[in-house]
């Protein structure tokens, strides 16, 4: 039972160009959610969080969108950089910073230049 | 601030054994959860501990145990390891049970 799901298992995008990651989810008790971003041999690293109360978070060039009543969220990330090229993984919580994360199964993402 | 620290980076085990995987969190964080990531199953919760007790848990059998120390620092159990036990296992910290989660970059057990 996939309560958070990434159907986009990899996504190509050139340099310079939005990504947008989609996310969508099941479970209606979700509250807060979280992308992460993973480097091989690395653990996953925050990037951005957004609480149900609100549909719009933005750090820097990542903005992240919620709409509640399709359970989906999307990450978009503007301008895309060769950096930007690993694993995001889409997460989701009960209670906003509750340690029980539920993850989506990732997407590969991968700059072009 | 040094990140968090996971030991051992690799591991290799048959089936049967047990095995101890430890965690430091980072400087002043008290919150530590584990997770395991398979290509099957992706990323799956496996417990949270927060001063000492266990305030949650995934759905993995009884052969998955941990435990947190005084100074933080956590240990994860796996007894009677088989082999759909190979997997990458992660550990995370926070400042406290509801601040955002910082992941170190994990153990990766094989068991044959």
Known sequence: ?113 | KAGVTQTPRYLIKTRGQQVTLSCSPISGHRSVSWYQQTPGQGLQFLFEYFSETQRNKGNFPGRFSGRQFSNSRSEMNVSTLELGDSALYLCASSTGPTDTQYFGPGTRLTVL
């Not at chain 1, 479970?27 to 925050?46: Q, R």
């Not at chain 1, 990450?75 to 009960?94: K, M, R, T």
């Open chain 1, 1 to 113: 039972d996939q309560q958070v799901k990434q159907n986009s298992p990899s996504l190509s995008v050139q340099e310079g160009r939005i990504s947008i990651l989609n996310c969508d989810y099941t479970n209606s008790m979700f509250d807060y959610f979280l992308w992460y971003k993973k480097y091989p041999a690395e653990g996953p690293t925050f990037l951005i969080s957004i609480s149900s109360i609100k549909d719009k978070n933005e750090d820097g060039r990542f903005t992240v969108f919620l709409n509640k009543s399709a359970k989906h969220l999307s990450l978009h990330i503007v301008p895309s950089q060769p950096g930007d090229s690993a694993v995001y993984f889409c997460a989701a919580s009960e209670v906003q910073g509750a340690q029980k994360l539920v993850f989506g199964q990732g997407t590969r993402l991968t700059i072009n230049p």
